[in-house]
C-alpha cells in the first residue's frame, strides 16, 4: 500500500519486520540485538555478556553494506535518507519551534564496531515536544555519520542531502515516545516510536575550529575500540545551528537495519561547521580490538579498519511529502 502522505503521523510501521524480528529464528534474534545496538547499554548494566559477533550482521562493506540489506531486512517505501528538493518542499505555517530542554545529562559514550554512540544514562530525563509532534519523546541516544577525509578532500559523509548537495557529517539525535511506549525498545519497533533530529556539519580547512566540537572528538579518543566506554556530562543539544525554528520534516525510517519506517524526522537546513582537522579528528577510532582474535566489523575501501563512511545512499522518496516549517532560508 502506497498513500500520498501528508498527515502529521508517520503510518508505516515496520509489523513484518518487528514480528519477523522477534522470531525465534537464530538469525533474526542476533539482528533483533543488531537493531538495538544501544540497547547493549542495557544488557551491560545487567552484566550480561554479549558477542561482538552480536552486531557483525551487516556493516557498510560490499558484501554486507547497504546495497545487500534488503536481501535480510523487508523494505516498504518510505526509507530514509533522502535527497530533499526543496522547490517540492510544502511550507506548513503549523509547523512551531520544537521544545527542547537543554540540560546536561549523563551520556555513556561507547564504540560499538561501525560507529561511536552516546546514550543517555537516564533514558527519560530530557522530553522533546512541539514542532511536528503528536506526542512527548525522550532523548535515548546520539551519533554522527561521517567519511573519511584524503589528501585534504573528505569523502561526504552526510546521509540526507539537500538538492544534491551533500555535508561532510550528520549528527542525529534519536528520541523515543513516552507517551504511547513503556520502554524505548517498545517504542523502536512501533508506530510513532522514534523521532530523529538531524543536524548538517561542512567541513572545510576555511572554518575556524568549532571549539563545542572538541567535547566530540575528546570523546573518541576515549572510545578507540569496540566495547570502550566512557562517560561524559552534556546536553545532546549542545551542537544545534542557532536557527532550530527552520526545519524540514517528512516521515521515513532507521537508516540502518532493521530499517523500521517508524520514525519522524526533522532536519536543520542550517549546518554547523567545523573545521577539516576536526573532521579528520573522527577518524580515529577502530571496528577491531587489536587485541583480540575478532575480524573488523567494518573496513573502510582501502581495507582499514578505522570506522568512518558509515552513512546509507539517498532512499526513493516515494509519494511522500516533506514539509518546512519555514518559507524560505533567506
Ligand atoms: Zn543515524
Known amino acids: 500500500m502506497l498513500v500520498r502522505q501528508t498527515s502529521r503521523k508517520c503510518f508505516f510501521v515496520s509489523r513484518n519486520i ?4 522477534i522470531s525465534s529464528s537464530k538469525i533474526n534474534t542476533k539482528s533483533y540485538f543488531n537493531f538495538f545496538f544501544n540497547t547493549i547499554f542495557d544488557f551491560q548494566r545487567k552484566n550480561i555478556h554479549l558477542h561482538h559477533r552480536l552486531y557483525t550482521d551487516w556493516d557498510y562493506s560490499k558484501e554486507h553494506g547497504p546495497e545487500r540489506w ?5 523494505l516498504k517505501n518510505y526509507q530514509s535518507p533522502i535527497n530533499i528538493v526543496t522547490q517540492s518542499v510544502e511550507y506548513d505555517n503549523n509547523l512551531k519551534p520544537l521544545e527542547i530542554m537543554r540540560k546536561p545529562i549523563n551520556i555513556h559514550v561507547r564504540n560499538l564496531g561501525f560507529n561511536i554512540s552516546f546514550l543517555a544514562d537516564d533514558l527519560k530525563s530530557l522530553v522533546l ?3 511536528p509532534l503528536n506526542y512527548n519523546y525522550a532523548f535515548r541516544e546520539l551519533h554522527f555519520h561521517w567519511g573519511e577525509v584524503v589528501k585534504n578532500q573528505c569523502n561526504l559523509g552526510c546521509e540526507h542531502s539537500f538538492d544534491d548537495k551533500r555535508y561532510a557529517a550528520e549528527l542525529h539525535l534519536v528520541h523515543w515516545n513516552t507517551d504511547l511506549y513503556e520502554t524505548d525498545l517498545q517504542a523502536l519497533r512501533s508506530k510513532d516510536g522514534i523521532t530523529v533530529l538531524g543536524v548538517m556539519i561542512d567541513a572545510s580547512d576555511s572554518y575556524e575550529p568549532n571549539k563545542e566540537f572538541n567535547v566530540i572528538i575528546d570523546a ?4 578507540l575500540y569496540p566495547h570502550d566506554k566512557h562517560m561524559i556530562n552534556i546536553s545532546p543539544y549542545f551542537l544545534f545551528p542557532s536557527r532550530v525554528e527552520n526545519y524540514y520534516t517528512y516521515c521515513g525510517s532507521l537508516t540502518i ?3 523500521s519506517e517508524n520514525v519522524t524526522w526533522v532536519l536543520f537546513p542550517d549546518p554547523i561547521q567545523i ?4 573532521l579528520k579528528s573522527l577518524n580515529i577510532t577502530y571496528s577491531v580490538d587489536p587485541n583480540s582474535n575478532s575480524k573488523p566489523i567494518h573496513l573502510t575501501s582501502d581495507g582499514s579498519p578505522i570506522i568512518t563512511n558509515n552513512s546509507r545512499p539517498v532512499q526513493p522518496l516515494n509519494n511522500r511529502v516533506v514539509r518546512s516549517s519555514f518559507k524560505s532560508l533567506i
Not at 573518541?220 to 572510545?223: G, H, L
Open 257 to 259: 537495519p532493521p530499517l
Open 129 to 131: 515536544r512541539g514542532g
Open 275 to 278: 573545521s577539516l582537522d576536526q
Open 220 to 223: 573518541f579518543k576515549k572510545v
Open 18 to 21: 518487528s514480528s519477523k524480528l
Open 70 to 74: 534488503q536481501d535480510t531486512w523487508q
